[in-house]
């Protein structure tokens, strides 16, 4: 069927999209600011960017603005439109998402926490939250940023206290995931951390050198060679202090890490910037989508042409550069040269290709087949279909873009059900649109014909997900859309809105409004996930308990009979404690006043799901001690008197008896 996008039903061909989009945001913009008038949560500062409305529209700089505006004012979505409202409740033959008590998930869900820096499990299709794991974010549930360890690793890792996850992928073999590893961006300090999803727990951050902020990133398919981070924001290289006021120096760089070392491998300058990235499914093409190649410091450069550039990185090309010398190193970083004018991108197998897009797109996804890569619009109300084989084989970089449907007004992201659909989401029709990818191909750019079905969410979609359709194995039943903004779903909690996740079965290819989507829930989220990954629970095998063997040699395993004091120096004392249900191996112990303790704790319970706490009042001091895991803590004893240590997970009927003293002497 063909479904006839919000505000426009033109289909002609030759139509230019982004004109044609300017003029649809102008009415948007127009019909919002008579509805809203009024309203006090509507503000498009206009004077502050010293703009004209249409001037500020050609900026392109209004999605976001506009997006939540369309929420307040209901404006819209379905201006004449036939999917709204409807077909929401479900028709019966929807699977239940309602997972009994005591029964599981079918699956994994990792998302990312956005700038609360953390990762949160969910399971699905129960949308119940499992789990979190602290990555970015010193947090003392878990005790992160409180032992030695992982104050060490956040400290390395430039000993930021917040960060910015965006972007998980779970590591791979043979395009399948493998269930060791899930790497994350932090956005905000360019850095990646990776997950040993043995233990659901981040054992490695990497700062990267040369980059700023890093956005895309991605795990390398079929089989994690390297995890590619895109960094977005343009820098003087190095940024010491030099070219300050040079913005045509600045530089945007792809860099690639070793995923077991974590170590920065290489580095690849471009022109323009870099925002998402995804790969093929040979080892072969990483894409970056990119939105300013004006290579602007101001809103307004940044959207000043029509044309943007999509970076195709041919890996292996890149490698063989970096093997042979051919780079310049800074910081210790080989950084070869992927700039459109270097030598090294004029023979038969170029290192970066650049491939014209209309202005400003958002994403880039890879089909789980690997053919095609989308690239969705944002400004475009289309996406761009990127043949991935054309990227071997065909010399003029236009026409390896073999598809561009127009699917509504801001899409951003685009997912897969394994059986030759793509799902978009649309942020400011606060809208998934459904479509045929094949169809997409076959017809005109800039059509509709390829569209199957839209459906309303709520609202203003970010990233949009379908079960492993990052992989090679789409399953195609569920799908989740993050929302950015929940407005009027859940009860008001103040200012500060959560988000709002919402669960979509795709199971189903109707020939009706919505091509068979059904929303099925909606769940808060407390900001601000921007992205998630799923995979089925047979993928994923957690230790219920520590292995001892994994920190052997590092971290003494501390029994009861070992449990000690021994004094190192005047000022040094180590104190060794097993712990267990309901007593620390030590009922005290004594050091004093101004001494550096170091205590090392082991959990000696064999029994899952026995976790124990050792905190210390007035000494930042806080483990969450798992079984069979042993955690140190260094600090200062520098107040004379009685300090009580106690349990805080609350693990048996002794529980609150469960206690030792520190008792600190007074150096007289
Ligand atoms: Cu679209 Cu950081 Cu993935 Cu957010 S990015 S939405
Ligand atoms: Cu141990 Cu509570």
């Given amino acids: 069927m063909t479904e006839h996008s919000s505000t426009d039903n033109t289909t002609d061909e030759l139509s230019d999209p982004v004109t044609e989009y300017e003029e649809q945001l102008n009415e948007v ?25 249409r001037d500020f529209m050609k900026a392109g700089a209004a999605v976001g603005a506009i997006g939540s505006m369309a929420g307040c004012a209901g404006v819209m979505n379905n201006g004449g439109s036939s999917s709204g409202g409807t077909n929401q409740t479900g028709s019966g033959d929807v699977p239940d998402h309602f997972v009994p008590p005591g029964e599981h998930d079918e699956y994994y869900g990792f998302w990312s926490g956005g700038h609360s820096g ?34 060490q690793l956040l400290e390395d890792a430039g000993d930021f206290k917040w960060g910015d996850s965006h972007h998980p992928g779970l590591s791979e073999t043979d395009g399948k995931y493998d269930g060791r590893y899930l790497y994350v961006n932090d956005k905000a300090h360019g850095r990646v951390a990776r997950i040993n999803l043995k233990y659901f727990e981040t054992d490695a951050i990497t700062n990267i050198p040369n980059v700023q902020s890093v956005h895309g990133c991605c795990v390398q398919s079929p089989d994690t060679e390297y995890i590619l981070a895109n960094s977005e924001f343009r820098t003087p290289l190095p940024n010491d202090g030099r070219d300050l006021d040079n913005p045509d120096k600045y530089v945007s760089l792809l860099s690639a890490l070793d995923p077991e070392s974590m170590e920065v491998l290489w580095q690849v300058e471009v022109d323009g910037n870099l925002d998402i990235i995804d790969t093929d499914k040979d080892g072969k093409w990483a894409l970056s989508s990119a939105y300013n190649d004006e290579e602007g410091v101001e809103v307004e450069e940044m959207t000043k042409n029509d044309r943007d550039f999509v970076k195709a990185f041919n890996i292996p090309a890149i490698q063989a550069a970096v093997d042979a010398g051919n780079y310049r190193e800074v910081n210790g970083i080989p950084i070869v040269d992927g700039t459109k004018n270097s030598s090294l991108n004029q023979g038969d197998e170029p290192l970066v290709r650049y491939i014209p897009t209309p202005k400003s797109p958002h994403c880039v996804e890879v089909t789980p087949d690997g053919k095609y890569g989308m ?25 390896v873009i073999v598809g561009q449907p127009k699917v509504g007004l801001g899409p951003l992201h685009t997912t897969y059900d394994g059986r030759g659909h793509a799902y978009t989401s649309l942020f400011i029709d606060s809208q998934v649109v459904k479509w045929d990818i094949e169809t997409a191909i076959n017809s005109p750019k800039a059509s509709e014909e390829a569209i199957l079905g839209k459906i309303d969410v709520h609202y203003n979609p970010g990233h949009i997900q379908a079960v492993q359709a990052m992989s090679t194995e789409p399953t195609g039943d569920w799908l989740v859309v993050l929302n950015k903004l929940s407005k009027d779903r859940f009860l008001p909690v103040g200012p500060i809105y959560p988000d709002n996740d919402q669960l979509i079965y795709i199971g189903n290819d109707k020939d009706d409004e919505t091509g068979g989507m059904e929303l099925v829930s909606d769940h808060p989220v407390y900001p601000e996930p921007h992205d998630a990954i799923f995979a089925s629970k047979e993928k994923i095998s957690p230790a219920t308990t520590w292995d001892k063997a994994d920190y052997e040699g590092e971290k003494e395993y501390v029994t009861e009979s070992n449990s000690r004091v021994e004094r190192i120096d005047d000022e040094t004392v180590e104190v060794y404690t097993s712990v267990k249900r309901s007593e620390y191996g030590l009922r005290d112990f004594r050091v004093k006043e101004g001494d550096t303790v170091k205590l090392t704790a082991t959990n000696i319970e064999g029994s899952q799901d026995i976790v124990h706490g050792l905190a210390i009042p007035e000494h930042n001091v806080h483990l969450a001690l798992a079984p069979q895991d042993t955690r140190q803590a260094t600090f200062t004893a520098d107040k004379p008197g009685v300090y009580w240590i106690y349990c805080t997970y609350f693990c048996s009927a002794l529980h609150l008896e469960m206690r030792s003293r520190m008792i600190v002497e007074p150096r007289s």
């Fill in 375 to 399: 690239v969705a619009g944002k400004l475009s109300p289309t996406v761009s279909i990127i043949d991935i084989e054309k990227l071997s084989t065909e010399p003029d970089p236009a026409n």
């Fill in 118 to 151: 953390d990762l949160r499990i969910y399971g699905l299709p129960s949308m119940r939250e499992l789990t979190r794991i602290p990555v970015f974010n010193p947090e003392q549930a878990k005790g992160y940023g409180f032992d030695d360890e992982t104050t």
């Fill in 29 to 53: 913009l127009a019909d919002t600011n008579e509805t809203a008038a009024g309203e006090s949560t509507v503000s498009l500062e206009l004077p502050s960017l010293g703009l004209s409305r």
